[in-house]
């Protein structure tokens, strides 16, 4: 609820808009002086304060500096009965939001009240969102603390702040597109446009009318005229995705937008000026396509003035704890879900896949985790069948005696230990049945799983201590 005061020595004035406003909706106060006005300003925050002007103890423009000294963002709003060019223009330039003549008719005062308090709301949600900007431009999406990732990091932190051309490359799924946005969110453009775009999903004609734009008329189906999307990343940042995948037509229009920074849209004679910040993506080698002609040579050096390598996520093992949290709190929220926790057995299962799709497979894997599992963990069963089985779980198994030797009582204990986790996982931490299913002992099962601490974060089961 708004908080408005009132400041008047009239007091049929001060209860005229007190009970105009509180029928409102208002919290409404009163004061009957300058002086009484600045004492409750002082002492409370108001969203907005309804001055006169002359009063017997001081001016309201005396109100109007206070209130825009403790309380920055009050609006201000100033009546008198004795207008003057010079008083008006006093007040506005300290900051009022406007200057009313009594008398006034009511109805015109509530909309002038309604607009200022609309304006203000705007205002903050614009320093919020501003504010957000900022603190989501720490690259909070890049999940990872890894070195691979720490460098990648420091680099975009480097990049962000300048106007340079980047050329993001990695494999499918690691992540291009998250990188871009970082490097937008602390970019001087961020309150602008970030616009994404895949170039190897639309064909020559498409892609022409969605990057530039088209008059009306100039193709079967252009009705109307429509703005590119250079245009519409006008003072932001355009990422064009897979360049690679360009045509050499296409990369001969898109050179031209970067040496001139101009468009035409198709069918159109008229050169318009966009300044956008230009960001690309590839999954391909483009040094190989520019030595096999497959890729313009001049067009590679635009768009690799500063060059960003996202590493696959097999190269980085240690981060995959971090990013399969991030994501079961992310589908957690989504789903409505309360899973505590992803079980030991199942985060190794996590770490020791190839993970070919690199992040974005992950993150398929924890969503479906999140939507079939029932229990409070997650467990490998709910993975897909590539990552359940474990593709790549021989790794630290040897299947050959190498002429180096092995150590066979470490690998068997690795081996015991795997399997006791993965028993217990899928029996929900109940120990007689994981031992049943490993053919082992009660006791003996009791045993090892003590040792390697298998239990540990675990809760009490059906047959845990006996």
Not at 272 to 288: G, P, S, Y
Not at 339 to 362: C, D, F, K, Q
């Amino acid at each position: 609820m708004d908080r408005i005061l009132i400041v008047d020595d009239e007091k049929g004035m001060r209860d005229l808009l007190s009970i105009m406003l509180k029928n409102e909706g208002y919290k409404v106060d009163a004061a009957e002086s300058a002086t009484r006005a600045r004492d409750l300003i002082s002492r409370g925050t108001y969203d907005l304060v309804i001055s006169d002007i002359a009063m017997p103890d001081g001016s309201g423009v005396d109100v109007l500096r206070t209130a825009r000294e403790i309380q920055p963002d009050c609006i201000v709003i100033l009546i008198t009965a004795y207008a003057s060019t010079e008083s008006a223009i006093e007040a506005l330039k300290l900051g009022a939001y406007d200057y009313i003549i009594k008398p006034f008719d009511v109805e015109e005062l509530r909309i002038v009240l309604k607009n200022a308090l609309e304006k203000r709301q705007l205002e903050r949600e614009n320093t919020l969102l501003k504010r957000e900007l900022k603190e989501t431009s720490r690259f909070d999406d890049l999940v990872g603390e890894s070195s691979a990732m720490e460098q990648v990091k420091a680099l975009l932190d480097r990049v962000a702040p300048t106007n340079s051309t980047v050329l993001i490359w990695g494999e499918s799924g690691t992540g291009k597109e998250l990188a871009a946005r970082a490097i937008h969110g602390r970019s001087p453009r961020r309150a602008k446009q970030f616009v994404s775009i895949n170039c190897g999903a639309l064909p020559d004609e498409l892609l022409e009318s969605e990057l530039f734009g088209h008059v009306k008329g100039s193709f079967t189906g252009a009705v109307a005229t429509k703005k590119g999307l250079f245009e519409v990343a006008d003072g932001g940042t355009i990422f064009l995705d897979e360049i690679g995948d360009t045509s050499a037509a296409m990369q001969i229009k898109l050179l031209r937008v970067l040496q001139e920074r101009q468009i035409r849209r198709v069918g159109g004679t008229e050169q318009l000026e966009v300044d956008v910040r230009i960001i690309t993506a590839t999954n391909q080698d483009l040094e190989t396509m520019v030595r096999e002609k497959r890729f313009r040579e001049d067009l590679y050096y635009r768009i690799n003035v500063i060059a960003v390598q996202m590493p696959p996520l097999r190269e980085k093992r240690e981060d995959i704890p971090f990013l399969a949290n991030h994501f079961l709190a992310k589908y957690n929220k989504i789903m409505g879900k309360k899973i505590r926790e992803i079980s030991p057995e199942a985060m190794r299962h996590l770490t020791e896949y190839g993970w070919p799709g690199n992040v974005r497979e992950l993150e398929n894997v924890i969503e479906r985790a999140v939507a079939l599992e029932g229990t409070e963990r997650i467990l490998p069963a709910s993975f897909n069948r590539e990552v359940a089985s474990r593709a790549d779980s021989g790794q630290g198994l040897p299947v050959v005696l190498t002429d180096g030797g092995i150590d066979l009582e470490t690998q068997l204990e690795q081996l015991r230990e795997r399997l006791m986790s993965e028993a217990l996982a899928r029996t929900h931490g109940v120990q007689t049945r994981a031992a049943e299913l490993l053919g082992m002992s009660f006791r003996s099962f009791r045993y090892f799983a003590k040792k390697y601490n298998l239990m540990e974060g675990r809760e009490p089961k059906e047959g845990f201590g006996q």
